[in-house]
């Protein structure tokens, strides 16, 4: 394997651009979604997400692709995008009321104590999943501007047959500028469902792995999203043994030897609010584990992309392997801590846990 070559800042306009979808998550807390009436808004989007924190808590030049709608959701995903300091090139979609595309949205509630969190989609006819080859200026965002580093996900390449294209299109455009690529595999089976089977997600993912330089995912989301064959999930002794997800690393590289960096959380479930955590990295030869906590859940959604974005500050800065782990497995465990799913750290709180800081009133 071979380190990173990030581009310089002074040659980029962005340190960060991302593709995806950007939705409303609704939540109602610990009220049982079937039974709910009251519900937080959040601004949320597997993409979305980690480019939202690297401009709020680490203090980055972030931007993200991605549709949206003229009307009232749409006009405010804009806006939430704008207050995180995220800068948007946006497909704005007309809209009618009746067959028009519009803002996804996903009903998310937290669970408690036994009850597991459940989260629904009401993803159809999404502005999102209309986003196709063509619709961006990849020479303009990646050869002019420029962008150190692009990132996209398995959530957005689900949604329909045209996304997954686009985020290929977007991958071969930024290797050609020179720009590190990124994937978060993010296998969900109920989206690949709807565009086509898990099958097809297979076929899409592995072609998308042919341009990523650093993959995102898990044991199972490399064994289901990319089908490599590896252990049983369920048979681990414990969810925080990475002897398995190094056996799946060996794998993945034998298939696609120019992957650089390969990374994930571990969690072992107690409760709904009560989560053991850690994290892994695999980058030029050599594997790194952080430090295990125990994690008193507030919101657990979007923790791993809270993982990926601090995992990305800390490669983007220079920091070693070691260090940019922690940071990454400390940011995604701040985040756990919040409503929502973008951040609401601060650089300095994420860098004091990472250096092995306790919750100890700060005064």
Request: proline share 4%.
């Given at each position: 394997m071979a380190q990173l070559q990030i581009r310089g800042s002074?040659?980029?306009?962005?340190?960060?651009?991302?593709?995806?979808?950007i939705v409303r998550r609704m939540d109602p807390g610990v009220i049982p979604l079937h039974e709910a009436t009251h519900y937080e808004c959040h601004c949320s989007g597997g993409e979305y997400n980690p480019g939202a924190a690297l401009a709020k808590c680490f203090g980055l030049r972030a931007a993200v692709c991605s549709a949206s709608v003229e009307y009232p959701?749409?006009?405010?995903?804009?806006?939430?995008?704008?207050?995180?300091?995220?800068?948007?090139?946006?497909?704005?979609?007309?809209?009618?009321?009746?067959?028009?595309?519009?803002?996804?949205?996903?009903?998310?509630?937290?669970?408690?104590?036994?009850?597991?969190?459940?989260?629904?989609?009401?993803?159809?006819?999404?502005a999102g999943a209309m986003l196709k080859p063509g619709?961006?200026?990849w020479d303009d965002i990646f050869a002019v501007r420029g962008s150190r580093w692009f990132h996209s996900g398995g959530i957005f390449a689900a949604l329909s047959t045209t996304t997954g294209e686009l985020i290929i299109e977007a991958m071969k455009a930024a290797r050609a500028a020179g720009t590190v690529t990124s994937y978060d595999l993010?296998?969900?089976?109920?989206?690949?469902?709807?565009?086509?089977g898990s099958e097809r997600g297979v076929q899409i993912n592995r072609r998308i792995a042919q341009e990523v330089d650093v993959m995102f995912g898990n044991e199972e989301d490399l064994q289901l999203g990319l089908g490599i064959p590896g252990p049983d999930v369920e048979s681990k002794k414990s969810m925080l043994d990475p002897d398995n997800f190094k056996v799946m690393?060996?794998?993945l590289l034998q298939e696609y030897p120019h992957i650089k960096a390969v990374a994930t959380t571990l969690r072992e479930v107690h409760s709904a609010a009560h989560h053991t955590w850690k994290a892994v990295l695999y980058y030029d030869g050599e594997f790194y584990e952080s430090p295990t906590c125990e994690l008193?859940?507030?919101?657990?959604?979007?923790?791993?992309?809270?993982?990926?974005?601090g995992l990305?500050?800390?490669?983007?800065?220079?920091e070693d392997p070691e260090t940019a782990l922690k940071l990454g497995w400390a940011?995604?465990?701040?985040?756990?801590?919040?409503?929502?799913?973008?951040?609401?750290?601060?650089?300095?709180?994420?860098?004091?846990?990472?250096?092995g800081g306790s919750a100890r009133i700060q005064r």
């Open positions: 002074s040659e980029c306009r962005h340190d960060f651009v991302s593709l995806g979808a959701p749409g006009w405010w995903i804009a806006t939430q995008a704008r207050k995180m300091g995220v800068e948007t090139y946006l497909k704005w979609f007309p809209y009618d009321g009746v067959g028009s595309p519009r803002i996804a949205t996903v009903y998310s509630d937290r669970g408690y104590g036994v009850r597991a969190p459940e989260v629904w989609y009401d993803r159809a006819n999404e619709d961006f200026d993010n296998f969900r089976e109920k989206l690949w469902k709807a565009s086509g690393i060996a794998r008193a859940i507030y919101d657990r959604v979007g923790g791993g992309d809270g993982f990926a974005s990305m500050y800390g490669l983007l800065t220079g940011h995604g465990a701040l985040l756990t801590t919040y409503p929502g799913d973008v951040t609401m750290a601060r650089l300095d709180q994420a860098q004091r846990l990472a250096a």
